[in-house]
T-cell receptor
Framework: KQEVTQIPAALSVPEGENLVLNCSFTDSAIYNLQWFRQDPGKGLTSLLLIQSSQREQTSGRLNASLDKSSGRSTLYIAASQPGDSATYLCAVRSARGGADGLTFGKGTHLIIQP | AAGVIQSPRHLIKEKRETATLKCYPIPRHDTVYWYQQGPGQDPQFLISFYEKMQSDKGSIPDRFSAQQFSDYHSELNMSSLELGDSALYFC??????????????FGSGTRLTVV
């Protein structure tokens, strides 16, 4: 059974810093990995989607990398801003037969201090 | 761009009542997924539908059922509600390949409170 772990569980840094969020998964048989942002009590906003054949994806100040063989992904946020404060969730789409759903990590709760 | 639409946004029900949540996927998306997110928890996959047929089943209680209609919208029916059913319920949709190619787009969720 796929398990996704995110480290750290919580992070508080002053604005302007570059930071890295980590995600690891136990089964490397995946189609893709998706990073989401969730504001308190709100929906999930997709940030980046990395296919299993890709090494990284970039969108603005965000860069996500994927090392499928080692079961790891990182989300790099450059020049953090208070508006980046949210919970960041990593989710993998398993390639095991019949499994449609995403498996999520428990998230990293990020606070950017003004 | 059109997003995944969920209704209602908030719902308060009493124990043992029934609730129906609705989801309207992005136009042309052929697969719909339902997730449950309890307080402080990560989203848990409940069930999915591809082209109006059940595609996969996760940790959905027997008291819950769902279906996808001819216009591709989906409804999650929850009966004999329990306090533990209080959660944020998300719907997501994807285009082709069950999320293997284009990933998933999530709606804003329905917050269900059972009192």
């Amino acid at each position: 059974k796929q398990e996704v772990t995110q480290i750290p569980a919580a992070l508080s840094v002053p604005e302007g810093e570059n930071l890295v969020l980590n995600c690891s998964f136990t089964d490397s048989a995946i189609y893709n990995l998706q990073w989401f942002r969730q504001d308190p009590g709100k929906g999930l906003t997709s940030l980046l989607l990395i296919q299993s054949s890709q090494r990284e994806q970039t969108s603005g100040r965000l860069n996500a990398s994927l090392d499928k063989s080692s079961g790891r992904s990182t989300l790099y946020i450059a020049a953090s801003q208070p508006g980046d404060s949210a919970t960041y969730l990593c989710a993998v789409r398993s390639a095991r037969g019949g499994a449609d759903g995403l498996t999520f990590g428990k998230g990293t709760h990020l606070i950017i201090q003004p | 761009a059109a997003g995944v639409i969920q209704s209602p946004r908030h719902l308060i029900k009493e124990k043992r009542e029934t609730a129906t949540l609705k989801c309207y996927p992005i136009p042309r998306h052929d697969t719909v997924y339902w997730y449950q997110q309890g307080p402080g928890q990560d989203p848990q996959f409940l069930i999915s539908f591809y082209e109006k047929m059940q595609s996969d089943k996760g940790s959905i209680p027997d008291r819950f059922s769902a279906q996808q209609f001819s216009d591709y919208h989906s409804e999650l029916n929850m009966s004999s509600l329990e306090l533990g059913d209080s959660a944020l319920y998300f719907c997501a949709s994807s285009l082709g390949g069950g999320g293997t190619i284009y990933g998933y787009t999530f709606g804003s969720g329905t917050r269900l409170t059972v009192v």
